[in-house]
């Protein structure tokens, strides 16, 4: 099973709508990061989250880790096209950064 | 910005070659990744190293092997390339730190053998 589950696993929204993107794992978190990738590209890294609690911005999109460090959320704030892509979390299961899992993705289409 | 640089974006290989995949990063980072992304079952870790002539064996190394001579270059070789690892390449390259810190990937390599 997947040390890391995402939720929607896909998303249709219309231009201008909110949306939210979850990521649970049943396992403590060192670090949690959140990743875009379009389609036949690599990964482009968006934010990186550590503490419990912890909430980073950037533009128009909002991410967030709960107090117990086992769910992170990303909110995208009035979606454009530019948005649409393939958003995935990934985390260190420890320290040192060289157990990193990746969660399935959602994927996300903004209908202009 | 951290720059992982991948050989090829696209590369068609055939049955039994010996298909080398090259990874460039100019960040000075200690730690570099292979993986390969299948659709239904996402990213799979293939190799890492966390210094020069080390490596490890992460989920699924079958078929693969690596070479680290220099810090900056990380290297995926399939030994003898078969259909089943027609796929999409990535690498990626992290800094070790007291905190986390997270990956920087390439582009990625469409690989398909024919």
């Known amino acids: 099973s997947q040390e890391l589950e995402q939720s929607p696993q896909s998303l249709i929204v219309q231009e201008g709508k909110n949306l939210t993107i979850n990521c649970t794992s049943s396992k403590t978190l060192y670090g949690l990061y959140w990743y875009k990738q379009k389609y036949g590209e690599g990964l482009i890294f968006l934010m990186m989250?550590?503490?419990?609690?912890e909430e980073k911005s950037h533009e128009k999109i909002t991410a967030k880790l709960d107090e117990k460090k086992q769910q992170s959320s990303l909110h995208i704030t009035a979606s454009q096209p530019s948005h649409a892509g393939i958003y995935l979390c990934g985390a260190d299961m420890h320290n040192y950064g060289q157990n990193f899992v990746f969660g399935p993705g959602t994927r996300l289409s903004v209908l202009p | 910005d951290v720059k992982v640089t991948q050989s090829s974006r696209y590369l068609v290989k055939r049955t039994g070659e010996k298909v080398f995949l090259e990874c460039v990063q100019d960040?000075?980072?200690?730690?570099m990744f292979w993986y390969r992304q299948d659709p239904g079952l996402g990213l799979r870790l293939i190799y890492f190293s966390y210094d020069v002539k080390m490596k490890e064996k992460g989920d699924i190394p079958e078929g693969y092997s690596v070479s680290r001579e220099k810090k900056e270059r990380f290297s995926l070789i399939l030994e003898s390339a078969s259909t089943n690892q027609t796929s999409m390449y990535l690498c990626?390259?992290?800094?070790?730190?007291?905190?986390?810190?997270?990956?920087?990937f390439g582009d990625g390599t469409r690989l398909s053998i024919l």
């Open positions: 989250l550590q503490k419990g609690g």
């Open positions: 990626a390259s992290s800094l070790i730190t007291a905190t986390n810190q997270p990956q920087h």
């Open positions: 960040m000075d980072h200690e730690n």
